[in-house]
Structures are given as C-alpha cells and as structure tokens.
C-alpha cells in the first residue's frame, strides 16, 4: 500500500493521500477480497463486441447491478454467446476502473443459468429464425435416390463415422467425402457451417467431385453438447446450402435446430447412411419382384387385348353385308342416268326450235339498222362536245397571247423598273443615314477618349517618366544614380541619365512647371541637376506615334 503524506498543518494527524493512491488502495484491497467468484445475474446493456474486440455490458437482479467486461481473448473462447436478457451464471475477478471510481468485474467462464435458461434461448433462436421461413416445408427438397457421391461432415475419431462407413459398405456403391469437424465446443458451430459452405462451393466436374447430398451427423449428447448445433450460423448455412442435406445429430429423442433446416432430419446417422444410399441387395431383390409383376401384367394385358379385339371382330359386318347396299345405290343410279340424259336431249332440242324463228336475216337486218341510227347520234354529239370545247381552249388562248404582246411586256417591264429605282434611291438614303449616324457616335467616342487619354495631360505642360524596363516612376526613391530614364512631353519623347539627388521628397512639388509629372505618373522637380540630357532626343518634334505604340493609348493607372 502506498505511504500515506502526513498533514503539513499542525495539530491534524490525519493521512493525506493523492486520488492515484487512493484509487490503487482500493483497486488492490477488492483484488485481495474477491480473487475468484461466481456471480449470477441477467445481462443488461449488451450491445455485441466493441470494435476492439472486448465486450462491456452489467449484470443485474431485482435490486443491483453491476459493471462487466470480458476481453477479446476470453469472449473467444466462450462457449456460447451473451444475449440482451439472458440470465448467466459468470466466474471472473472483481476489480476497479480508476478512471470512473467504480467497480465491475472480468468474467473469464460465462455459462447459463441452467438447463431452463437454455431453452429459452433454444425456443427465442426458433421463433426468429422460424419467422424469417428458413423451415418452411416448401422449401424442403427431395433427396436423390442414388447419388454417386456422399458428403459427411462428422468427427473423423468418432464412432458415427465408423458406423456409417460400415453402412455404406453393405449399400450400392458410392464415393464418400468426410469434412472432418469438431462436434463439440466454441469452435465446433463455425467449423460445421463453413463446411457446409465448402462443400456447396465444389464445382462441378474438378479434381474433387461434388456431392449429390451432404449429411450432417454426430452421436447422442446432452444439451450444451449439442449446442453447436443449434447456433445461428449453422442452421443458415443449412439452410442457404444448394445440396440436399440430411441431419442426424444425437438420437431419435435429441432434436436441434439444424434438423428444421435440413431437408431430411435421420433419428441415428446409421439411419441417415440408409436414407441416402439405397441397399444392393433390396435394390435386387425390389427389381426381381418389380420385373415379375411387370412381366405378369404385360401378359395379362396381351390376354385382355386379344379378348377386347376377338370381342370387337365379332360386331364387324361382313364384306358382302357392307358391299351390298353400295352396289344396290350404285344400280339404281345407273337406271337414272339413262332416262336424265335422254330427258335433257328433249328439252334442248325444243329449246333450238323456240330459238329457230329468230334467227331470220330480217330480224338481224333491222338489229344492225338500229345500231348504226345510234351510232350515227353518238358520232353527232361527239362532234358538237368537241367544237364546244376547242372554241373555249382557243378563246383562252387568245386571252394568254394577248398578254404576251412586245407591248404589254414592255409595259410591264417599265413599271417593274420604276419601282425599282425608287427601292434603290429609299436604300441608298437609309445607307447614307446609318453611315451617318454611326460617323456621329464614333466621333463622341473619339472625343470621350482624348479628353480621358493621358495625352491631353501632357500637352498641358506634364512629362510622363518611365524608367529603363518601362515601367512609370512614380516616386524619388524609386530612381537611382546613373539610371538611364525615358522622358515623354506632348510633342516628344527624349532619354535622360538621373544625377544625384538634391531636393527630398517633400521638394517635389515647388519645382518648374517643364519638370511635373501628371497624376499617377511620377515627377522631378530639378532635371538640370538631376538629369543629363543626350545630344538627340529619342523622337522629334510633333511626331506622330507608331501604330501599336503602347504610349499612343496608354493609362494614367
């Protein structure tokens, strides 16, 4: 324990201790007191593993609560997992988290709280997963009579395989495949789902065959021996798998929740080898008795057949019975045919004599007279139409031609040319007027631009400095000694050599009118003592500047 700090005022003999001290004290003191215990409660404030892997929830009864933690390693190795509300039995170490002033425990074993506690938990998992359809029945496939390859997914140092293996020996053959797994223990839920996911994750036709069906199997055991089996995780896996899967964990008695989510559950895995591989010898013996029977119904369906044929040949009429009555039809319809054709000569002939007297050359005589009178009329009014309507062609045609006389295009022409004038006249004046209007806008502009050009400045009287780069001095201290500077005035431009300074600053503004810069522009005040001018100016006198010049349109900013 740590050395308590006396009290520095007088008369107090009282111990002082720091929060750290104090804090550890009481840390070490419950760490003495409650090594190891056993603690019974339900869980309260689970929400799953923390991101670094440690679960923190309480435990609680009808009037305290206390703190819990269980570290990544120990929540590994737990055999089953903590739920909201579930009572458990916890066997860890009591301790404090100075860093809150409380005290909680660390459960290294974590069990329920009796067999009752379980199957609650067993009955809550069923009701859940029973919700989301996973046992339906229509969801149940059906097993294949004879497959080729069989899956086991067993202990591989058990008796279950053992017995199945003996099982399939006395059957048809067939390949087995064991997925060797522990059926017991924390790992034993993770490892039966994944192989079901293996198995189902063959493909066909490779180097390992895929089975036909896969059987899950394991012997008798109590509850929490089993309870691997009634994980969630299993019962998905079993219930996502794409091949048909039989269950034979425990006895007929046992049952888990894998056995609804198989498509077959077996009471014993002997009787699951059984269902998934048919016997050899009751397979020949059902195709011996299957082969009798069909051969005595083939044979009493022949005899029933003969019967049945022999039956309805006595009902048939016989040949002449059914040529008889033809041949009497055929007769009578001879003796007919003989007074109809002689019948129908009669009647053609009296029809030639009705027709006889009116074929006389008289009669067609006066037929063609009557043809030709109405030919002759049809040929009259052929004629008239036709006059008619030339004379309205020709009376529109004289129209069209007296319109197209030299003298009425001439006509035409004239005033076509009239107005044509006249168009071009009304575009020369709107021509001349735009052209006009736009010279007078252009020469305000113009006007606008000289009185805000930097020029008209200059011409005042003002000089424009620029330095050796270009650039407008603006100030004393910008100019050196010797500096080789540009000096523009309103007829000219000339380049000077700045001498020593012999004015300040403040100076700048009282000398000669010839040597001040405009606004923005910079100044001199004394150019014969500052300034040395070189025999020839840069540009003469009233000279114009060159096209481009950027001192022609240039800015006083």
């Not at 409660?41 to 593993?49: D, N």
């Not at 892997?53 to 309480?58: A, K």
């Not at 006395?170 to 039966?192: D, F, M, S």
């Not at 002449?320 to 041949?327: F, G, S, T, Y």
Request: with cysteine; proline share 5%.
């Amino acid at each position: 324990m740590a050395e308590p700090v006396r009290a520095s005022r007088p008369g107090v003999n009282i111990a002082e201790f720091s929060v750290s001290e104090l804090s550890g004290a009481i840390k070490r003191a419950l760490e003495d007191g409650f090594g190891f215990v056993r603690l019974r409660g339900e869980i309260s404030g689970y929400r799953g593993p923390h991101s670094s892997g440690h679960c923190y929830f309480s435990l609680k009864d009808e009037k305290s609560r206390i703190e819990a933690v269980i570290w990544r390693g120990g929540f590994q190795k737990l055999k089953f997992r903590p739920e909201e509300g579930m009572e458990v039995i916890a066997q860890g170490r009591i301790t404090t988290f100075p860093g809150s002033s409380k005290y909680q425990i660390v459960i290294e074993q974590l069990e329920p709280a009796g067999a009752g506690a379980l199957m609650a938990l067993l009955e809550e998992r069923k009701r859940k997963l029973a919700a989301e359809g996973l046992f339906e029945e229509a969801r149940k496939r059906k097993l294949p009579f004879w497959p080729p390859v069989v899956g086991i997914i067993t202990s591989p140092t058990g008796a279950v395989i053992r017995d199945m293996l003996a099982g399939f020996a006395e059957r048809c053959p067939t390949r087995v495949i064991v997925w060797p797994v522990r059926v017991q223990g924390e790992t034993c839920a993770a490892e039966v789902a994944a192989a079901i996911r293996g198995f189902n994750a063959i493909a066909p036709g490779g180097r390992i065959p895929r089975p036909d069906i896969i059987i899950v199997a394991r012997g008798g055991g109590s509850l929490e021996d089993l309870w691997g089996f009634n994980e969630e995780a299993v019962v998905r896996a079993a219930a996502e798998s794409d091949i048909p899967l039989i269950s034979a964990v425990g006895h007929e008695t046992d049952w888990t929740l894998i056995d609804l989510a198989a498509d077959a559950r077996a009471p014993t895995p002997t009787k699951a080898a059984e269902w998934a591989v048919p016997k050899h010898s009751e397979l020949m013996l059902r195709t011996g008795e299957l082969g009798q029977r069909l051969v005595s119904r083939t044979i009493r369906r022949i005899e029933e057949a003969r019967a049945h044929w022999r039956a309805a040949a006595r009902g048939l009429p016989r040949l002449e019975d059914l040529l008889a009555l033809p041949r009497q039809r055929f007769d009578a319809a001879d003796k007919r045919l003989g007074r109809a054709l002689f019948a129908n000569t009669q009647a053609h002939g009296k029809r030639l004599v009705r027709i006889a007297p009116r074929l006389q050359p008289r009669l067609l005589e006066l037929r063609i007279e009557r043809s030709r009178d109405r030919l002759e009329r049809l040929g009259t009014k052929a004629r008239d139409t036709l006059g008619r309507g030339a004379a309205l062609r020709r009376a529109r045609l004289e129209r069209l031609m007296g319109r197209l006389r030299p003298g009425a295009i001439a006509e035409r022409v004239g005033r076509a040319g009239e107005r044509l004038d006249g168009l071009a006249l009304r575009a020369r004046q709107a021509v001349l007027g735009r052209v006009e209007q736009r010279r007078r806008a252009l020469g305000g502009q113009t006007q606008m631009l000289a009185s805000l050009s930097y020029q008209s400045v200059l011409q005042r009287g003002f000089a424009l400095v620029r330095d050796d780069a270009g650039r407008a001095v603006r100030s004393v201290e910008a100019i050196s000694h010797g500096q080789r500077l540009e000096i523009q005035l309103g007829d000219g431009r000339l380049v000077a050599v700045a001498g020593a300074r012999t004015a300040d600053a403040g100076d700048t503004g009282r000398g000669s009118g010839s040597g001040t810069s405009g606004p923005g522009t910079g100044s001199v005040s004394d150019t014969s003592s500052r300034f040395q001018a070189p025999a020839t100016p840069v540009q003469s006198r009233n000279a114009k500047p060159r096209r481009g010049d950027p001192g022609n349109q240039g800015s006083l900013f």
